[in-house]
């Protein structure tokens, strides 16, 4: 009886590791290539005002400087132009929630980085707060 149970015990054991080798077929929709073609083509495109492409990879949290706030939608712009002819390398988001329009800039990893910034435009934006939020990583400057 020993000599059955151990004899059927070693046939499913064999069979457990047995490994067939098989075929895998790919099943899915055309649209998918071309919906990635699509994306490989914006992402290879230079942004313009209509389409701003943005080659921003969203990071962990970090800090931006508001430095404005208001609900009359084209004074955000008009902030965000004064801004952009200052500080042309520095990235704004403008996001609008009911009933106002924010305006903040930049994406420091670092809340020093933030009050600096901050200190920096104290005299030409009159209203200035740091938020801790999901930031985009920062371009690395390859140079240095």
Same mark, same amino acid.
């Given at each position: ?12 054991? /064999? ?13 899915? !929709? ?49 902030? /965000? ?5 200052? +500080?042309?390398?520095?990235?704004? +988001? ?20 933030? /009050? ?22 920062? !371009?690395? !400057?390859?140079?240095?």
């Amino acid at each position: 009886m020993k000599i059955y149970l151990v004899f059927v015990f070693l046939l499913c054991l /064999q069979q457990t590791f047995a490994q067939t080798r098989g075929e895998v077929t790919e099943i899915k !929709d055309p649209l998918i290539d071309s919906l990635i073609a699509k994306r490989i083509e914006l992402y290879k495109q230079k942004p313009t005002v209509t389409n701003p492409v943005s080659k921003a990879i969203v990071s962990d949290m970090g800090y931006r400087v508001q430095v404005f706030y208001g609900s009359d939608r084209k004074e955000a712009f008009n902030e /965000q132009n004064r801004f952009k002819t200052a +500080y042309p390398t520095i990235r704004t +988001y403008i996001t609008y929630k009911e009933p106002n329009y924010y305006l903040r800039i930049g994406d420091f990893r670092t809340r020093m980085e933030a /009050q600096a910034m901050l200190n920096e435009l104290k005299g030409t934006f009159p209203t200035l707060f740091i938020f801790r939020e999901k930031i985009n990583a920062p !371009d690395l !400057d390859v140079n240095k």
